[in-house]
């Protein structure tokens, strides 16, 4: 008799504090901005366009999502002795250089050698800053093929160095000067004549540049035949008929007799990198995800009156486009936090797997806790039963909509006969109790 007058006496304080929360508000369809299904979506749509536009502005993320500035991109190729796209420091000597420019023309149909060397610039007026220069030969245009870069590189003497400056060193040190283009300034002493002005996202290969210096042939050749540098350069049509392989393998043989290997990545695939790197991880985050939460949405008996075939696929494409606000988010947040570490790559990977698996256990999580109906968040959660009982009643804790279309209950232990949450709906009975008092009134 005590347990039957509990349940009623809880009941009765159950149904007043709903009556009561129901009036507090004049829409109740919408009782809270979080609960609402349109809310969700438009705090996700801004979160996902705030994460974009700061990659915008991060140099380094905008390089990867603007498009490619090189004609036929993937034939041009980094060569490199371990094979990566991403080479911390320049691995070909200008004498293998050479020796590949006299005995690769079956591999390679044009390839130059550059360095990234720090240089003291005069920009005049007494004025001293130090820049790092990309140092190549005129060959270093004619294999990127990039529109973005001035097509006229001689000189009147045709033998002093050509500079081309980056937008933000002509903004910040030259004033914007709309006549630069023919000016005279020092290099390291040198004379060197500015023949344009490039945007930062020109570049796409190794080696950051605030200005390139380009020098005729005789004064490359100059240079020791160990100096260290990169090589870029464009692959035979022939071995890049294949659109799947961004990657080829070069086989050379030394003069000891030994076979040196080195690898030809191409720049596509250097600017693809990022977000192979987030594809990674997020399969990795979908592999762990059974391992750290429970996968099934719920039992939603058929109801011919509540569940129609409209209310259904408004459910699933409200999960699914949930998924697909998050993807982005997570993607565009990890390069943003990556660009403030110097191991970039295992940041990045390290914060895109753990965002992609909290998010994915929070979309799983939001669905569960929605009436199948009106997709609001359903509230008042109640205990029901006691866990000495667990195998002969029901035990577990029970949400209801207040809207009124339903309880749901959630187990407090699963069992065999109860394994997951189960959906039960509300007949026309009980639509009195979840009218505002306004219209009960009436």
């Known amino acids: 008799m005590r347990t039957t007058a509990a349940f009623v006496a809880g009941a009765f304080q159950d149904a007043y504090l709903l009556r009561k ?17 349109v ?11 705030g994460s974009l536009g700061i990659a915008f502005l991060i140099p380094a993320v905008r390089v990867s999502l603007l498009p490619e500035p090189y004609s036929d991109a993937r034939s041009l190729v980094i060569v490199s002795r371990d094979g990566s796209s991403h080479t911390p420091a320049p691995s070909i000597t200008l004498g293998e250089f050479r020796y590949w420019q006299q005995a690769a023309q079956k591999v390679f149909s044009d390839l130059t050698f550059y360095q990234v060397v720090r240089k003291r610039l005069h920009p005049g007026h ?13 060959g270093l245009l004619s294999v990127l093929q990039a529109s973005d870069f001035p097509a006229r590189l001689r000189t009147a003497d045709d033998v002093s160095p050509r500079l081309i400056l980056s937008r933000a060193i002509w903004r910040e040190y030259f004033h914007a000067d709309p006549h630069i283009v023919g000016r005279t300034v020092f290099v390291m002493g040198e004379r060197a004549t500015i023949i344009g002005v490039v945007s930062a996202e020109a570049w796409r290969l190794p080696g950051k540049a605030d200005a390139w210096l380009l020098e005729n042939d005789s004064r490359v050749k100059s240079l020791a035949p160990s100096a260290m540098g990169y090589v870029a350069a464009r692959m035979q049509p022939s071995l890049t008929r294949d659109t799947s392989e961004n990657r080829w393998h070069m086989s050379v043989p030394q003069k000891d007799g030994d076979i040196d290997g ?5 720049v596509n695939r250097y600017d693809r990198e990022p977000f192979v790197l987030f594809a990674f991880a997020a399969l990795l985050a979908l592999l762990a995800l059974p391992a750290t939460t429970s996968l099934p949405l719920g039992e939603y008996p058929y109801n011919p009156h509540q569940q129609s075939l409209s209310l259904r696929l408004r459910r699933w494409l409200f999960f699914t486009a949930k998924i697909a606000l998050i993807v982005p988010l997570v993607c565009f947040a990890s390069l ?9 790559q295992s940041v990045q990977l390290f914060v895109a797997f753990g965002g992609m698996l909290a998010s994915l256990r929070w979309v799983l999580r939001d669905q569960r806790r929605r009436c199948p109906v009106c997709l609001e968040i359903l509230r008042h959660p109640v205990h029901v039963g006691q866990p000495s009982r667990n195998f002969l009643a029901w035990n577990g804790t029970e949400l209801i909509c207040v809207v009124g279309h339903g309880f749901l209950h959630v187990p407090e232990l699963p069992t065999s006969w109860f394994a997951t949450q189960r959906w039960l709906y509300l007949d026309a009975s009980w639509h009195s109790l979840f009218r505002p008092p306004e219209v009960a009134r009436t």
């Open 126 to 138: 007494g004025a001293e800053i130090e820049i790092s220069v990309i140092r190549g030969s005129d």
């Open 336 to 344: 943003d936090v990556a660009q403030l570490f110097s191991d970039a």
């Open 21 to 37: 929360d129901l009036g507090q508000a004049p829409e109740y369809r919408t009782h809270t901005l979080a609960s609402s299904p």
């Open 262 to 266: 080195f690898g030809c990545v191409s």
């Open 39 to 49: 809310i969700c979506l438009l705090i996700l749509l801004v979160a996902a366009a």
